[in-house]
């Protein structure tokens, strides 16, 4: 794949990172069923994931499917979520990115499908910045020569605030998505960091409002706040753990 670092070059990265980023926990109380942020132990979803269920009518993303977790801002993973786009942007920070993204790509791709019962994905979208609109998101300019697939543009829409923290119905447009080959229309929509899921869920709404039958997101972290109320045993519990590049939140193995 031109522009590809090789596979052995990505196997190395990966293993070099395993030193410090975090599983993402799936089988643990006080996880959130589908964003795997903390929530109280009697909680099945989060605040957040329960509101934009509310406000979109369920019209969300099929699976969300976080890489890694970010906990706090200080950690080496932080740094590399920060440094890939900041000016000037960091060529190391760009390359372990590219190289965790595309590793589980290679290993967990069929994960994601299996759970949503395609074959194929048609299309990739990704988040556009909300703070930053006149420019491609710098995650897009790295991953999307990775993804041959075609592109589903989302435009933003100005008049909401790049702030907002809630799911907005009409954060997000784009044209008509048609069927490729009489399949039905399968999106993989990418990010960078899930820290409420408000633009990830905004952009998924759009993209099924548009015609997509799945929509799988997949973000290279779910931010935790380990000051948020009930983070401590899911922040305890993560960074007790080494992270496996071979297990995805799809297919980890039971709980013994
Ligand atoms: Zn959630
Ligand atoms: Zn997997």
Redesign the pocket.
């Known amino acids: 794949m031109p522009g590809s670092p090789a596979w052995e070059v990505v196997e190395r990265s990966v293993a070099e990172q395993t030193n410090y980023l975090s599983p993402v926990l799936t089988d643990s109380p006080g996880v959130?069923q589908?964003?795997?942020?903390a929530?109280h132990v009697a909680s099945t979803?989060?605040g957040?994931?329960a509101e934009a269920h509310h406000r979109s009518g369920g019209v969300l993303a099929d699976v969300v499917v976080p890489i890694t977790y970010r906990i706090g801002y200080t950690r080496q993973a932080a740094h590399d979520l920060r440094a890939y786009k900041a000016t000037p942007s960091s060529a190391e920070a760009r390359l372990r990115l590219t190289c965790l993204f595309w590793h589980f790509c290679v290993r967990h791709l069929a994960c994601v499908k299996r759970r949503l019962g395609i074959d194929h994905f048609t299309h990739v979208a990704f988040v556009p910045s909300t703070k930053s609109p006149m420019v491609t998101h710098p995650l897009q300019a790295m991953l999307k020569p990775m993804v041959p697939l075609d592109l589903v543009e989302l435009v933003l829409n100005n008049s909401i605030d790049p702030y907002s923290r809630n799911l907005n119905l009409d954060w997000f447009k784009t044209d008509p998505i048609r069927s490729i080959s009489a399949r039905p229309s399968a999106v993989l929509l990418i990010d960078d960091t899930w820290v409420t899921?408000a633009r990830v869920q905004s952009a998924a709404y759009c993209l099924k409002e548009a015609g997509a039958a799945r929509v799988a997101t997949i973000v290279l972290a779910r931010q935790i706040n380990p000051d948020y109320g009930h983070a401590a045993p899911l922040v305890n519990k993560a960074t007790g753990i080494r992270y496996d590049p071979e297990i995805c939140v799809l297919h980890a193995p039971a709980a013994s």
């Open positions: 959130c589908v964003c795997f942020g929530v979803r989060c957040k994931c899921g």
